[in-house]
């Protein structure tokens, strides 16, 4: 199978593979932590800045890794990313870092970047590594800015705490609830299935 273009290899990221949309990928913080559009981003940047990194890092050292230890080996480099995102908020912006609380920690098991790893860092070079690693990042982002900007806008009534809905309008509480994350998100994936659809008639 021929090796897609730099350019395709990045923008897979955005749509076809999009980790959110598309894969239902790293759930648990897609639904968490996106009652805000400043969180959605705090964690997409966080989780871009593992991804990116431990996939330089294991693309590099693939053949230095036994296979027999991988996934081991793996998580122990991720670990040691997260820990260092996880220090560097609590040190530089201590209220976004309580306000996602243990999500930050849990980066180590995001089914995104051990996923990526696997089927991707551990097979590729590092420059086609890096490119699908920002691909990724950049999908992941848009889709917690896009599901957060609705919660938020809804569920309070601003935008990055900023208001930007007049005095007529009443907050949604829930959309800044659980089952808010929920209802955002199921209605995303259907209008992402049905672009999909669409598109694969206007091919046909």
């Not at 923008?11 to 996106?34: D, H, S, Y």
């Not at 306000?99 to 995001?110: A, D, E, K, T």
């Not at 601003?158 to 659980?178: E, S």
Request: glycine letters at 8%; aromatic letters at 8%.
């Amino acid at each position: 199978m021929p090796s897609k273009s730099v350019g395709a290899e990045y923008i897979k990221g955005l749509w076809e593979e999009n980790p959110v949309f598309r894969q239902l990928l790293g759930m648990c913080p897609t639904l968490a932590v996106t009652n805000a559009v400043i969180n959605g981003i705090a964690m997409g940047l966080a989780t871009s800045f593992v991804l990116i990194l431990s996939s330089l890092v294991v693309s590099a050292l693939k053949k230095l890794i036994p296979s027999q230890v991988r996934i081991a080996s793996y998580i122990v480099i991720i670990a040691t990313f997260v820990t260092i995102a996880d220090r560097f908020m609590a040190a530089f912006f201590p209220p976004i870092s309580k306000s996602l609380g243990p999500y930050i920690p849990l980066i180590v098991v995001n089914c995104i970047i051990l996923g990526r790893q696997e089927a991707f860092s551990s097979k590729n070079s590092v420059g086609r590594s890096l490119i699908d690693a920002l691909g990724m990042s950049t999908g992941f982002i848009l889709a917690l800015l896009v599901l957060s900007s609705i919660r938020e806008i809804l569920g309070m009534g601003t935008f990055l705490g900023h208001q930007v809905m007049g005095a007529w309008f009443k907050p949604w509480i829930i959309m800044i609830l659980p089952a808010g994350a929920f209802i955002t998100l199921g209605i995303l994936l259907a209008v992402a299935l049905v672009i999909e659809s669409k598109t694969k008639t206007r091919k046909n």
